[in-house]
């Protein structure tokens, strides 16, 4: 099978809400052929937000990124499709958009390390994880978008072809 279905989480920070840029952003995951089956705006609580990022915690940026996604509201999304969270990593881009490559989110529309619009579960396992913290059960929606059988490259294929 070249490629299975996941999850992951994405979410837009601050900076990307005050820049109007929440529909530009999900606009490249949905023509990337990845669909939505969860999507809220949401003000995170400290604690969530410190949890969230505990593997950052005692690094000299830590309290500024806790300070700065407590700002203001987020957009978080869990998107769906194969190889979903690798997918995504490769359209957001290098963690600074001032090295990010051209033509991904980063790189199109940031300068900073710091004020970077989105955060993107880094695999499949912090994916799962991270859909848990942000989304109940109840909150995502299973649903198979109807060009899915042609990204889906196992799809209708006939044995030995």
């Given at each position: 099978?070249?490629?299975?279905?996941?999850r992951?989480?994405v979410f837009?920070?601050?900076?990307?809400l005050?820049?109007r840029l929440?529909?530009r952003i999900?606009q490249?995951?949905e023509?990337?052929?990845?669909?939505?089956?969860?999507l809220k705006?949401?003000r995170?609580s400290?604690?969530?937000?410190?949890e969230?990022?505990?593997e950052?915690?005692g690094k000299p940026f830590?309290?500024l990124l806790?300070?700065?996604?407590?700002?203001?509201p987020?957009?978080?999304m869990v998107l769906?499709?194969?190889?979903?969270a690798?997918?995504v990593r490769?359209?957001v881009g290098?963690?600074?958009g001032a090295?990010a490559?051209?033509?991904?989110?980063?790189g199109?529309?940031g300068?900073?390390?710091?004020?970077n619009?989105?955060?993107?579960?880094d695999g499949p396992?912090s994916?799962?994880?991270?859909v848990?913290?942000?989304?109940?059960?109840?909150?995502?929606?299973s649903?198979?978008?109807?060009d899915?059988?042609?990204l889906d490259?196992?799809?209708g294929k006939?044995?030995?072809?």
């Open positions: 099978m070249a490629g299975s279905m996941e992951t989480l837009v920070k601050p900076d990307g005050h820049r929440v529909g999900l490249r995951f023509e990337k052929g990845l669909h939505l089956v969860g705006l949401a995170l400290e604690d969530l937000i410190r969230h990022y505990a950052h915690r830590y309290e806790v300070r700065f996604v407590l700002s203001g987020v957009v978080l769906e499709g194969p190889e979903a690798s997918v490769s359209l290098a963690t600074s090295k490559s051209p033509g991904t989110i980063r199109d529309f300068v900073s390390q710091r004020f619009l989105v955060h993107a579960s396992a994916a799962e994880r991270e848990a913290h942000f989304f109940a059960p109840d909150e995502l929606v649903w198979r978008p109807s899915m059988d042609w490259e196992t799809a006939e044995p030995n072809s």
